[in-house]
Structures are given as C-alpha cells and as structure tokens.
C-alpha cells in the first residue's frame, strides 16, 4: 500500500520559509516524479511543481523565484520549501505521486494546512 | 498557461440521475486530460486518466470522454457517496486545474 505522508509545521510568519516534508512507504521514490500541490481554503487546487529522485524539477512559474524542492533517497523523502511567504500562500498542501505514462497523479498524501500569520 | 473552465460550478442532483461535467481547455491538450474527486477534509482521487481511462478500483459508473480542448465526465446513475467536488487536471504542459464542479444533493 502507497502511503504519503506529510509533516511540517502548521503555522508561519509572514516573510519567512514554509518547510514541508513527505515521507513515502510502499513505494519505490525512484521510480515516480513526485509533485506538490496546494489548495487554499474553499479554493482549487494549484500545482507547486514537481521533482524526479535524480533531482531534475519543474516549478509552477508563477512560484519558481520562491520554490525549492529536493528528494532524500536516503530516507524516501520529499522536502518543499517556500521562501518569502505571506496570506496567500495560506493553503492546504498535499504531496502526490505521478502515475507515469498518463501524467496523472494516482496517490495522494492526507494534506496539510499551512496557515501564514503574525 | 492554459487554463481550464469547468461547466457547471455547481449542480443539484438527486440519486440516480445522470450527471455530466464539463471541462474546457484553452488551447488543445490532446488527452492529457485527468478528473479527480475530492470530498471535504479529503486529499483529491483519481477517477479517469487520460480523458478516458477509468483508475483501478473506480466504479464503472464513471467515465470520461473527450480530445483536443473539450472533455466531459459523466457518472451514469449518481450514488449518495458521489456528492462531492470534481476537478479535472491538463498535464499538457505546465500543469493546471480547472475551477471544480460541487455535484450537491437535490
């Protein structure tokens, strides 16, 4: 059984660095591009981007200045890290697996709510 | 980016009927094209991959059709547990996501 499991703190001041981690069981992390996505409250979903075990990213424009994402084979995690952060970057963020061949994303982590604030 | 415009933002629908979503994309995608379930506190699921390819373990009442820039989803004869928030998802080029369709019960 897949299972993605995301860790980090709840809350963080505005301007400073949002650091999450996902730790994945049940699967091989070289195996699958990994990606991040978060949903503010009562909103859609926004890719963050995505990260292969070898490194290679690909980052949402729109966040690229702000965005870091690496892999521990190690330890079969993945870290994000959002630097700058204000309101907005207020969401739930969730790590998941992409399929492969389809460019889906066939497994999810239970998400996590980051909530910006002073 | 391409964006994505889901039809309707919202509907009402009773046990049983048949319901149809539609998503929009603004450019052709070909059928990189995936729909997700989400119900509230929940991490979004895959239903259908690639426009049209039902996930292992979905009911068949699910399905998706769909090329180029105009796809839909349709879940046949609703069930209580499919009332919840639907997304479709282009993975063409930098990924987005359609605004979601709420399917609420009548």
């Known amino acids: 059984q897949v299972l993605l499991q995301v860790s980090g703190p709840g809350l963080v001041k505005p301007s400073e660095t949002l650091s999450l981690t996902c730790t994945v069981s049940?699967?091989?992390?070289?195996?699958?591009?990994w990606t991040w996505i978060r949903q503010p409250p009562g909103k859609g979903l926004e890719l963050i981007g995505y990260?292969?075990?070898?490194?290679?990213?690909n980052y949402n424009p729109s966040l690229k200045s702000r965005v870091t994402m690496s892999v521990d084979t190690s330890k079969s995690q993945l870290s994000l890290k959002l630097a700058s952060v204000t309101a907005a970057d207020t969401a739930v963020y969730y790590c998941?697996?992409?399929?492969?061949?389809?460019?889906?994303?066939?497994?999810w982590g239970q998400g996590t709510l980051v909530t910006v604030s002073s | 980016d391409i964006q994505m415009t889901q039809s309707p933002s919202s509907l009402s629908a009773s046990v049983g009927d048949s319901v149809t979503i539609t998503c929009r994309a603004s450019?052709?995608?070909?059928?990189?094209l995936n729909w997700y379930q989400q119900k509230p506190g929940k991490a979004p699921e895959l239903l259908i991959y690639?426009?049209?390819s039902l996930q292992s373990g979905v009911p068949s009442r699910f399905s998706g059709s769909g090329s180029g820039t105009d796809f839909t989803l349709t879940i046949s004869s609703l069930q209580p547990e499919d009332f919840a928030t639907y997304y479709c998802?282009?993975?063409?080029?930098?990924?987005?996501f359609g605004q979601g369709t709420k399917v609420e019960i009548k």
């Open positions: 998802h282009q993975s063409y080029s930098t990924w987005t």
């Open positions: 990260i292969y075990y070898s490194g290679r990213t």
């Open positions: 998941a697996r992409d399929s492969g061949s389809s460019s889906s994303l066939d497994r």
């Open positions: 690639a426009a049209s």
């Open positions: 049940g699967a091989s992390i070289t195996s699958h591009y």
């Open positions: 450019q052709s995608i070909s059928t990189y």
